[in-house]
């Protein structure tokens, strides 16, 4: 059965830090990239940044400098390590495949909320 479980969001200021995890259950996230999204209000949902099986990782604009993705194969874990965190970066953020058309499902998400 497959489970994608995030936490690690919250309230922070902007400059502050958080750090998400995500814990997948099934064989298949061990061998594929995997990346982290997120979702706006009124936005679309956005891949943010992404790392492959052998630790390759890619990052949009948005985020490059900020933010670093890492996974731990063993734990089937992802994690995101957000800093200088800005409004703009409010959003839903969910963990998921890539591309996530892979897999039929969505984790519940977890909430980042940045203040000004």
């Known amino acids: 059965q497959v489970q994608l479980v995030e936490s690690g969001g919250g309230l922070v200021q902007a400059g502050g830090s958080l750090r998400l995890s995500c814990a997948a259950s099934g064989s298949i996230f061990a061998v594929n990239a995997m990346g982290w999204y997120r979702q706006a209000p009124g936005n679309q949902r956005e891949l943010v940044a992404l790392i492959t099986s052998a630790g390759v990782t890619n990052y949009s604009d948005s985020v490059k400098g900020r933010f670093t993705i890492s996974r731990d194969n063993g734990k089937n874990e992802v994690y995101l390590q957000m800093n200088s965190l800005k409004p703009d970066d409010t959003a839903v953020y969910y963990c998921?495949?890539?591309?996530?058309?892979?897999?039929?499902?969505w984790g519940q998400g977890t909430q980042v909320t940045v203040s000004s």
């Open positions: 998921n495949l890539v591309p996530s058309k892979l897999l039929n499902y």
